[in-house]
């Protein structure tokens, strides 16, 4: 039987997120609340107790394989500073490049797409992502 586990939900909702919320609870799904690059981080502390996580969209959502923000970083930052017992979750722009620095931020989740599918040989691509993240980790 298929169930539902977890739901990402977008703190942009704003009012709507109430009733949402609400039915996520109700059917036992934990819930990641996804907020944009230009959105402020206060938009989550209404919410943020009734989460299980946050997830820091590290692009403008929209298009596969956008550039990504590099404001990433400060608001991973802020955000496990402001609620460390919450894991967070970054989606969008992750590469080599920046892994290291998102799990530093505070990142114990990634979501990595267009990084490993768009590579020449995806297991190799996924292989040093698992390897730069566990570094970065010690």
């Known amino acids: 039987k298929l169930k539902i586990t977890t739901a990402v939900i977008h703190v942009e909702l704003g009012k709507t997120l109430k009733p ?5 609870r109700h059917h036992h799904i934990q819930v990641l609340l996804a907020i944009n690059p230009r959105t402020p ?6 919410w ?4 299980h996580g946050l997830m820091v969209m590290g692009v403008f ?3 596969y394989g956008a550039a990504w923000q590099s404001r990433t970083i400060k608001k991973l930052l802020t955000l496990h500073r ?4 919450l894991l967070l979750s970054t ?3 992750v590469s080599n490049k920046n892994i290291q620095s998102l ?3 505070g990142a114990k989740q990634l979501i ?6 768009k590579h020449q040989s995806p297991q190799r691509a996924f292989r040093q992502f698992a390897t730069l993240a566990a570094a970065a980790k010690k």
């Open 82 to 85: 402001q609620y460390p017992r």
């Open 91 to 93: 989606d969008g722009g």
């Open 20 to 24: 949402i919320l609400k039915t996520f």
């Open 61 to 63: 959502p929209g298009r």
């Open 112 to 117: 990595v797409g267009s990084s490993i599918q």
């Open 103 to 105: 799990v530093k931020a």
């Open 41 to 46: 981080t206060a938009k989550i502390k209404p």
């Open 48 to 51: 943020v107790s009734s989460v």
